[in-house]
């Protein structure tokens, strides 16, 4: 039976070969490079990225024409976009990172066994990280200097939409090392072998330590299913938030408004509403003010009271969301636009089931008055990130203090939620003796 493995010319799957064996040879300095060398080599990037803003923003645009031409959907246009603005907000990333401390070498536990010799648990870096994601330039820069500061190397496949951009993010990157005297393929792109170098990254094992993949459920799913290397699953941002029974209308329509509108491509923003049916102030607010915005609302009918048909508060009928009738399948989307499933619960158990049902373990929001209902809440929810009266756009890698992050994992490995430099290692045990043997 053949494999995707057996699909790959052997010339792929030598370049791929060669790319990790010099990443491999990249990470051995690399894991004893003390932090002010790291963070010698994160100011030069923050530095290159100011200084090629323009650049980049040009080299951008040749990417964001290509995708509107290959119709790619507004989500993944707006992923791929690099602004000024952005192009700022990620050198702010890089040191940001740069003045965290450095996670390699802390001392997780010691003790002195009987027979005196000394035990520590030490971390250190995992060696070679593979990332494979699409339209999104912002992770070229996070994944770099996540991984320089951990004292990883990194493999990136970083896609066909992004490629003019990635190409000149990945120059900066390596000049960056390159001046800092540090191995340049500490970072590397297999980009220019397409599909066939991905798997072959993929399911040739020892070519990573670990892989993540970043992106949609097929992407994800794909790499889960096919990989034979160890893989970190990034997950779904199938969101939930509800308006308990005595939530506060005002914190309910603002924590919603942002959760759905501040930047709705993004994977934790929300996707499905749930409210209380005894909610009436909150629910009315809330929908009003997510019907003016503009998003779909794929709504339970006992919602639709809460919703009026036309009135002085909505300007034109041009200005709002389409509304329709909600259906299970909704309630398993990851819109990634303004478009919202909306649902009506009797109670906190009935949300609680609900969110058991359809969630994919990203994120999930509770708006309440009630410590009790929050505290159940926490409890029997079982996701990466629990929110209370919040907004779940704060489940990110930079709110979180990280600095930026490689991913938002949803498994229950060593890394859970927004993961930085810290889920970038492991431990070491060491031993040290005087010539104690085992008796």
Avoid at 9 to 14: A, K
Avoid at 22 to 36: C, I, K, M, Y
Avoid at 338 to 344: F, K, S, T, W
Avoid at 375 to 392: G, H, K
């Amino acid at each position: 039976m053949s494999t995707d493995q057996d699909q790959i010319s052997s010339d792929v799957v030598e370049a791929v070969a060669g790319v990790s064996r010099r990443a491999r040879e990249a990470a051995r300095p690399l894991g004893s490079t003390d932090r002010q060398h790291k963070d010698r080599i994160l100011l030069a990037l923050a530095r290159g990225l100011r200084e090629s803003g323009a650049a980049l923003v040009e080299a951008n645009g040749e990417d964001l024409e290509r995708g509107r031409e290959n119709g790619l959907s507004k989500p993944l246009l707006d992923r791929l976009q690099l602004t000024e603005e952005r192009i700022e907000s990620l050198a702010g990333s890089v040191e940001e990172i740069m003045a965290l401390e450095d996670p390699v070498g802390r001392i997780v536990a010691g003790r002195t066994l009987p027979n005196g010799a000394r035990l520590t648990q030490t971390t250190v870096p995992l060696g070679v990280i593979g990332v494979i994601y699409e339209a999104r330039p912002n992770v070229t820069v996070d994944i770099a200097a996540l991984a320089l500061k951990s004292g990883n190397a990194a493999i990136l496949r970083g896609g066909s939409a992004a490629a003019k951009t990635n190409e000149m993010l990945l120059s900066i990157i390596r000049e960056a090392l390159r001046t800092c005297s540090a191995p340049v393929d500490a970072v590397q792109s297999i980009d220019e072998y397409g599909r066939e170098g991905a798997t072959a990254l993929m399911t040739t094992r020892g070519s990573v330590d670990v892989l993540i993949p970043r992106g949609g459920g097929d992407l994800i799913q794909h790499v889960v299913q096919n990989a034979r290397v160890p893989v970190i699953e990034t997950g779904e941002g199938n969101v939930h938030i509800y308006i308990d029974a005595c939530a506060d209308p005002e914190i309910a329509r603002n924590v919603v408004m942002n959760a759905k509108t501040s930047r709705p491509s993004v994977c934790n923003a929300a996707e499905t509403l749930l409210i209380h049916a005894d909610a009436e102030d909150a629910a009315a607010e809330t929908l009003r003010a997510l019907h003016r915005a503009g998003v779909g609302l794929h709504i339970d009918p006992r919602a639709r009271k809460w919703l009026p048909e036309s009135g002085p508060d909505l300007v034109s009928p041009n200005d709002y969301g389409e509304v329709d009738e909600v259906t299970g399948e909704h309630f398993s989307s990851e819109f990634l636009g303004l478009e919202l499933a909306v649902g009506v619960v009797e109670s906190l158990d009935e949300a609680i089931e609900h969110i058991t049902r359809y969630s994919t373990g990203h994120t999930e929001a509770i708006v309440t008055d009630s410590v009790k209902s929050a505290e159940r809440f926490i409890a029997e929810v079982d996701a990466a990130a629990v929110v209370v009266n919040a907004s779940t756009r704060f489940t990110d890698g930079g709110q979180f203090g990280l600095g930026a992050e490689v991913g938002i994992s949803t498994q229950k490995t060593h890394a859970r939620g927004p993961m930085g430099m810290g889920e970038l290692t492991t431990t070491k045990w060491i031993l040290r003796g005087e010539g104690q043997i085992r008796p």
